[in-house]
């Protein structure tokens, strides 16, 4: 991180439990070490026993990695992240209206049989990726499955999850995979509406779709961190945690351009 983006990054950050009194050994390394070690790994692909000796030992960064993953610190230190980049560029800290996609990748053979499919439709063997982002795309909430997974059914979850955390969410956009029996459970069960964007008939080659390009703008940032471009993870919560590091990337350098323009 530049001295810019860890000046928007620190004061975001979860405090230790060592620090609020609750006990615990204090950390050994600076926090701006730890993260930029996890930013490298997500951004350059590497292999956590590969990390380059300018950083914490490995096996300290991968329990950090862990640590927040297991407590969901890094959907906190996210969350925060998103909320201060909406407010920067003058939009409420929690979005009304959102876009679902998903994005079917390869696996890694590290990837076990219970969480790897056929996505017959993409022809990939390997996991699906189902994203909900803002209208700014950033990251909402992500949960991983199996390629064989449909879509409807990992969004019935997802969407539920979604809407739990982000009371003010009231509008998410879809594709045509979307449709049947979702839509009115949504609006049923969850009071969102479900806005169906399909594609017409006389259409002909690429086409920008409204509001679903969007949800595209995020998968094609994903697939420039390269420790995503297959799915590495052996378990998919560790594919999700990765995906949040890899918004933390795109949200920490926006922050300190703002700043710069600010200044």
């Given at each position: ?230 799915d590495f993870e052996r378990r998919t ?27």
């Open positions: 991180m530049t001295d810019a983006e860890w000046a928007e990054v620190r004061p975001l950050l979860p405090t230790p439990g060592w620090m609020r009194g609750r006990g615990g050994r204090p950390e050994g390394y600076c926090h701006r070490a730890v993260l930029d070690a996890i930013r490298y790994l997500v951004d350059n692909g590497i292999k956590w026993r590969a990390m380059p000796a300018d950083f914490p030992p490995w096996d300290r960064v991968y329990a950090f990695f862990r640590r927040w993953r297991d407590h969901a610190l890094v959907n906190e230190f996210h969350g925060r992240l998103r909320a201060r980049v909406r407010e920067r560029l003058g939009r409420d800290a929690e979005p009304s209206a959102g876009v679902i996609d998903s994005q079917s990748v390869k696996a890694d053979a590290v990837v076990g049989a219970d969480s790897r499919g056929f996505d017959g439709g993409k022809q990939i063997n390997g996991r699906k990726r189902h994203v909900v982002v803002d209208t700014l795309g950033l990251l909402l909430g992500v949960m991983v499955t199996s390629a064989d997974v449909g879509d409807r059914a990992a969004a019935q979850v997802l969407l539920h999850q979604v809407a739990d955390a982000h009371h003010l969410l009231a509008l998410v956009w879809a594709d045509g995979g979307y449709t049947g029996s979702l839509v009115e459970y949504c609006l049923a069960t969850l009071s969102l509406v479900l806005a169906i964007v399909k594609r017409s008939d006389d259409m002909r080659g690429f086409v920008v779709l409204p509001k679903r390009w969007i949800v595209e703008r995020l998968f094609a940032h994903l697939m420039r961190s390269r420790r995503l471009a297959p919560t560790s594919a999700e945690a990765m995906i949040y590091w890899s918004m933390t990337l795109l949200m920490t350098r926006r922050l300190a351009r703002s700043r710069r323009g600010r200044a």
